[in-house]
């Protein structure tokens, strides 16, 4: 037997100090019943429902953070047998991967078995902040970085505001380096925001997801997310 507030916040849903609100707030249901009193004791075998959301504390999610390597698809399968992200890590639990990088984009992408989790951090609402850094051909001018800062027209819709940065600007190869922090994720985005000002993206890089970076942790080694993390992931879809 364990607290509840203790058990929310191991599974992942929410800090212990915000189970305890979710509990005194009327918002946490064991076996159906809404339960107010903080320090209630629960078994494994009872359901808990926070704020309508069943959680599933028989199964055990993992997660993963993986610096993906170029050349790798991020997918489960691949119908031309290319390595995916999945083929990277060492677990039997059929996890996948939250979101795309493209097969040449290097950096930050989690996998997990946890579907709900994954549904909402996919969802354009949830706005998770991504930090890109891109080697572009050319002098990316000062002009160009707030137009891209602005946003610019892909698809006929114009990109959110998004932080653009010029890092460097390499005269002897002509290349600029070129920090991003956007929200969306629409398909291959940062390119396409590079192709409507000029320039061809030579290489691309994740360097952040959400609270996520790639601290300690080379192309093709991946680490498991801590509790505190999932559970930031988790406040990070309840805004
Ligand atoms: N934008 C791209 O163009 N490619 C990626 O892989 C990610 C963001």
Do not use: W
């Not at 915000?18 to 004791?41: D, W, Y």
């Amino acid at each position: 037997m364990e607290r509840l507030q203790k058990v929310i916040a191991n599974l992942g849903y929410t800090s212990r100090r915000k189970a305890e609100e979710l509990i005194t707030n009327g918002k946490v249901k064991v076996n159906g019943e809404v339960v107010t009193e903080l320090g209630t004791k629960v078994k494994s075998t009872d359901t808990i429902e926070v704020e309508n959301t069943i959680l599933d504390n028989n199964k055990n999610y993992e997660y993963y953070l993986l610096n993906k390597p170029r050349e790798v698809i991020s997918s489960v399968a691949d119908e031309h047998n290319r390595k995916t992200v999945v083929d990277l890590i060492d677990t039997s639990a059929r996890i996948y991967p939250i979101g795309r990088l493209d097969y040449d984009t290097t950096g930050a992408i989690i996998l997990t078995n946890d579907g709900y989790l994954a549904n909402k951090l996919m969802h354009p609402s949830s706005n998770i902040e991504k930090k890109y850094i891109a080697k572009v051909s050319g002098l990316v001018t000062g002009y160009e970085i707030k137009e891209l800062r602005a946003g610019v027209i892909i698809d006929g819709k114009k990109t959110a505001k998004a932080k653009v940065d010029l890092k460097k600007y390499d005269k002897k190869t002509d290349k600029s380096l070129v920090e991003l922090i956007i929200h969306e994720g629409r398909n291959h985005q940062v390119k396409r925001m590079f192709e409507t000002i000029g320039h061809d993206v030579i290489k691309l890089k994740r360097e952040k997801y959400a609270n996520l970076d790639l601290t300690n942790l080379k192309p093709g080694e991946y680490r498991k997310l801590s509790n505190k993390e999932i559970a930031i992931l988790y406040s990070l879809i309840k805004k």
